[in-house]
């Protein structure tokens, strides 16, 4: 994809999260979507069948961004722990700034449309990797599963108590081995844990 167009889609998936926040799913048209984008509606339909399928994209974005945030991680050979707490807080910093658009879409925690599965499914295997290495190593409680962390940490709604929901759901996973406390908070001194809030 060429670079203006691929500009002009992330301008689309912009502009229909932001309209749909400040007017609802209902009464958006393609043509208010396009104006707030910039562009115009053959633009729109040119990259997106139908306002469904552009409202799916913004989900899609969402868990590439995921998945990007897990492969980094998984690549950089630190501590797994950490990377698997920065890709949780992450995801908490993304819903709570997308929060208005997913309550109106009806976006549900812990289940995917279709459209969105093959997206979350590649972002789960390098998350699941770090969890894994994390559970040999003894951080990550046995019972515990990478995919309840993530749900968990997607109904953490609450921006002004964002950080202590991330370190309950933290504390929640980890071994009485780890002071799920004392690290997120060592993480957030350090600046770790601060990273782009959304797309």
């Known amino acids: 994809m060429r670079v203006d167009a691929a500009n002009n889609k992330m301008r689309l998936v912009r502009a229909v999260r932001d309209v749909i926040s400040e007017q609802g799913r209902a009464a958006v048209t393609a043509k208010e979507i396009a104006c707030k984008a910039g562009v115009g509606t053959a633009t729109l339909y040119r990259h997106f069948e139908n306002k469904d399928t552009l409202i799916d994209e913004v989900s899609i974005v969402r868990w590439m961004q995921m998945e990007q945030t897990a492969r980094q991680g998984a690549q950089m050979g630190g501590s797994s722990l950490e990377d698997i707490i920065r890709t949780l807080d992450f995801f908490t910093r993304m819903i709570n700034a997308d929060n208005q658009f997913i309550d109106i879409v009806g976006v549900k925690i812990g289940w995917s449309p279709e459209p969105i599965r093959p997206i979350r499914r590649a972002f789960e295997t ?12 003894g951080a990550i409680r046995r019972s515990a599963h990478p995919r309840d962390a993530i749900d968990m940490a997607g109904s953490v709604r609450n921006g002004e108590r964002r950080l202590q929901m991330l370190t309950m759901v933290v504390g929640g996973f980890c071994t009485g081995a780890v002071d799920a406390e ?18």
Not at 126 to 137: K, L, N, Y
Not at 194 to 199: D, G, N, P, V
């Open 126 to 137: 390098p998350f699941t990797d770090m969890w894994v290495r994390c559970q040999r190593e």
């Open 182 to 199: 004392a690290l997120v908070h060592d993480m957030v001194v350090s600046g770790k844990l601060k990273a782009r809030t959304s797309f």
